[in-house]
T-cell receptor
Framework: EAGVAQSPRYKIIEKRQSVAFWCNPI?????LYWYQQILGQGPKLLIQ????????DSQLPKDRFSAERLKGVDSTLKIQPAKLEDSAVYLC???????????FGAGTRLSVL | GQQLNQSPQSMFIQEGEDVSMNCTSS?????WLWYKQDPGEGPVLLIA?????ELTSNGRLTAQFGITRKDSFLNISASIPSDVGIYFC?????????????FGQGTELSVKP
């Protein structure tokens, strides 16, 4: 079974630029999550989708972050404009409904200069 | 908000030694999870605990769900060099909008051959 795919693996941008990350969850997983992991910390949930609907985006900085999962499969996370403090690893995870165990992708490491 | 306190923050041990790390919370969780994260990768699930008092093993790993439902520990016996990495505890919080994982800060394990 293929795992959660994320791209790109690395991204370096200057502050105030825009960036987008892509995630392809495990086939058949209805729930998709985006996490932000700052160096030296555990992952922090940004947004959770159930199929193509948002379940929880309470911790998403909506003035600059947006995410979508239009067809209930792939998802994109966008930052516009980026700030220095957005430097982090952005992890995507998905889970099946039967046990809700979350499986993580390798992440996208973002550096904002 | 909810917080998990994970300790120790880091450990330096000799190959063959046993390791113990724990996680405490101010809130009750219905599920405790332990993940391992290797450099440049996403967290990988090691053990999931679903009942207070539950003791579960996975090879050389043993984890327990505390009776109060506010803590959990992970033991690794006879450590080997490939045990190196960051170990995260996570509590699963079920709430109105759905459920989410709250992660600890991680325990970084170094194993000297």
């Amino acid at each position: 079974e293929a795992g959660v795919a994320q791209s790109p693996r690395y991204k370096i941008i200057e502050k105030r630029q825009s960036v987008a990350f892509w995630c392809n969850p495990i086939s058949g997983h209805a729930t998709l999550y985006w996490y932000q992991q700052i160096l030296g910390q555990g992952p922090k949930l940004l947004i959770q989708f159930q199929n193509n609907g948002v379940v929880d985006d309470s911790q998403l900085p909506k003035d600059r972050f947006s995410a979508e999962r239009l067809k209930g499969v792939d998802s994109t996370l966008k930052i516009q404009p980026a700030k220095l403090e957005d430097s982090a690893v952005y992890l995507c995870a998905s889970s099946p409904q039967r046990d809700n165990i979350q499986y993580f992708g390798a992440g996208t490491r973002l550096s904002v200069l | 908000g909810q917080q998990l306190n994970q300790s120790p923050q880091s450990m330096f041990i000799q190959e063959g030694e046993d390791v113990s790390m724990n996680c405490t919370s101010s809130s009750i969780f219905n599920t405790w999870l332990w993940y391992k994260q290797d450099p440049g990768e996403g967290p990988v699930l090691l053990i999931a605990l679903y009942k207070a008092g539950e003791l579960t093993s996975n090879g050389r790993l043993t984890a327990q769900f505390g009776i109060t439902r506010k803590d959990s520990f992970l033991n690794i016996s006879a450590s080997i060099p490939s045990d190196v990495g960051i170990y995260f505890c996570a509590g699963r919080d079920v709430y109105n909008q759905g459920e989410k994982l709250i992660f600890g800060q991680g325990t970084e394990l170094s194993v000297k051959p």
